[in-house]
């Protein structure tokens, strides 16, 4: 770690960590600080100084930023949002400043104006001196990155339920984002892939033709954050089931078909966008029950305004498909035994479902 550059931390998302870190490290010639990983203390940590009634994500990127500082950033960098999101950076650095940390902030919902150049001004915030074609190089990189993480891990959730040999499937997976991790340019990020695909497809499955299909839709920090949703997709793979789920960056940013089309098939249940991903799930919801899955899981956070919103639009469409829907709310106070026992009894009911037809 050069002492001479800034030291710059984000917030620790679902398994994206290591394409901040590739970006900020090669692209822009900085330090990365690599805070723990979440925890329980993380979370309550980012409770103890949050809002009583703010999201469960304001909580857990709080108590990570406390995380980063406390490991030595001092610059600190927070992403944009449709939704509440987009004001959570400039009301957790008020947090962060009233606790007594020094930091510098760079709030990306700052520079989001429509116009691409303004983010340029929060890139040379970082580094006045930055190289534009070092910069473009390693952007373009970390976008593969996104998508053979999102591919990887889509994957891994689709087929590790049926392996024979428990454990193999998750070795490799891990090996996986620990390589991602560590590399140094795009033949890295080619070969890991590459060993990865290869990995999975020599590990012997015990998979019957047609498995039990769970879809798993909502909102899109806790939906792919493993920590926030305590391990649902895991937690359903180990019980046999074949998990699918569309929202990730790049579904949902990189090659997202837009609100327009989406909005053309599913016109009979919604005529409006609710919220920033509200358009995405109703549309995802269909499609699975469409394509013959045997449920869906609805998860959010406490409070997540748009997914209350679609709430009775996913029941119309459990009630023309019957296809089952579980909705899953988290908080700082979830339990993961209570949340086990609920997935279970889903499980236990789509297979008897299954049976009786």
């Known amino acids: 770690m050069d002492a001479g550059k800034r030291n710059i931390a984000f917030p620790i998302i679902a398994n994206y960590n290591c394409i901040v870190k590739f970006f900020i490290e090669k692209g822009m010639d900085l330090n990365y600080i690599e805070q723990p990983k979440m925890t329980r203390r993380t979370l309550d940590v980012g409770t103890k100084y949050s809002p009583d009634y703010v999201c469960a994500p304001f909580k857990s990127t709080l108590g990570s930023m406390i ?5 030595g950033a ?4 927070m992403t944009m949002g449709l939704c509440r999101l987009g004001y959570y950076g400039e009301l957790q650095e008020q947090i ?5 940390y020094e930091f510098e902030m760079i709030n990306l919902a700052s520079y989001t104006t429509g116009n691409v150049k303004d983010y340029y001004k929060a890139i040379r915030r970082l580094n006045p001196k930055i190289s534009l074609s070092r910069f473009t190089k390693a952007a373009l990189i970390g976008l593969k990155m996104l998508e ?17 040999n428990k454990g193999e499937y998750r070795k490799a997976y891990e090996d996986f984002l620990m390589a991602m991790d560590m590399v140094n340019g795009r033949k890295d990020i080619e070969r890991q892939y590459r060993k990865t695909r290869n990995a999975f497809r020599e590990i012997r499955t015990d998979k019957p033709d047609h498995p039990i299909r769970v879809g798993v839709i909502g909102e899109y920090f806790t939906v792919m954050d493993d920590f926030s949703n305590l391990g649902l997709e895991q937690m359903l793979a180990d019980m046999g089931v074949e998990v699918h789920r569309w929202m990730n960056p790049t579904n949902r940013n990189l090659h997202y078909k837009g609100q327009k089309n989406l909005g053309v098939q599913i016109s009979e249940y919604s005529r409006f966008e609710m919220g920033p991903t509200s358009t995405a799930n109703i549309w995802c919801a269909k499609n699975y029950a469409e ?3 045997d449920g869906l899981i609805h998860v959010k956070s406490a409070g997540c305004t748009p997914e209350i919103d679609i709430m009775p639009v996913l029941e119309n469409i459990s009630r023309d498909y019957k296809i089952p829907i579980l909705y899953l709310t988290y908080d700082s106070q979830t339990s993961d035994t209570g949340l086990q026992t609920r997935v279970e009894a889903f499980n236990d009911m789509l297979r008897m479902r299954r049976a009786a037809i």
């Open 96 to 100: 962060l400043r009233d606790l007594g």
């Open 148 to 164: 053979y993480i999102d591919e990887i891990e889509a994957l891994y959730y689709r087929n590790c339920g049926f392996e024979v």
């Open 74 to 77: 001092d610059t600190l960098i």
């Open 291 to 293: 394509n013959g899955f």
């Open 67 to 71: 995380d980063a500082l406390e490991a």
